[in-house]
């Protein structure tokens, strides 16, 4: 073919350079041998911005970008590669919202705080997410079954993790749970102890005339939680003769940042109403007059 003189001059190609294949990126090769290549993130800006992958072949450098850029292709973050357990943990702890806004009593979210605390940041903190296999969680079972504890409190942990997995999959972090390929363990079949006559009858003596009396009451007559019996108020009893009735529809919790809130119950079962036994009903008539006084004498404090 032939050119006109202005026509531009072909590009040269330097000697001795391979040409960058199709789709290959930046791949070299190091002064050690190695192959690599950076990947872009997507974060602008950012000087993690980039991810740098190694391969002792072009070609294994090459299926690694394939399959990355296949999983920026489907959405799938490649940031979360790096992210360690003990962040994941952190981050989806961070979104677990406490009543009466969110679904979390503060007691279930104390819970979860010390079992990542104290068992799963220890164990599996510093532990990559895209590393976390099968492997790692029956080696966590097993080793806190080991060191003791109840088979209840492992498969607690175990679905304190379970939860934070489920969010590095909507986060497409993950694309499988390891945690559902591992068998969990049996839950703890004793029963809790319940206290003797002979210690009850020493409890009701050590109580008797206490200001606070028909309180503790509860708790052994009734079986009320602390935050119930706290949380309770006037209007919710009935001390009508024939008719006393206690109505539990409430709780007063201290939450961390937050300080005292009343909140209900977070399940329907907790809403509940018990009949009063006649020494109860007598005690709270008797706390009420109590009250009163001591309404009066403290007057405007």
Known sequence: MVTSATDPEPERKPRGKRRRGHREGSIFRRADGRWAAAVDLGYAGDKRN?????????????????VLRLQQARGIPLSGRRETVETLLD????????????????TTLKGYADAIRLHLKPRLGEMRIADLNADHVQALQNGMLDGGLAGQTVLNVRN??????????????????????????????????????????RFLE????????AAFLMELALGCRRSEILGLEWDAVDLRPGHERLHVRQGLHRVKGQGLLVLTPKSQRGDRTLALPRRMAALLRQRQEDQLTEQLAAGEH
């Open 50 to 66: 980039r991810m740098t992958v190694y391969g002792r072949t072009r070609r294994e450098i090459q299926e690694k970008l394939d």
């Open 91 to 106: 981050r989806w702890y961070a979104t677990l919202k406490p009543r009466p806004q969110g679904r979390y009593s503060p």
């Open 160 to 201: 304190i993790l379970r939860g934070a997995m489920r969010h590095a999959m909507r986060q497409r972090l993950l694309t499988y749970n390891p945690i559902e390929l591992v068998e969990a363990p049996p839950a703890s079949s004793g029963t809790g102890q319940a206290i003797e006559p002979e210690g009850a009858r």
């Open 206 to 213: 050590a109580i008797r005339g206490h200001r606070l009396e």
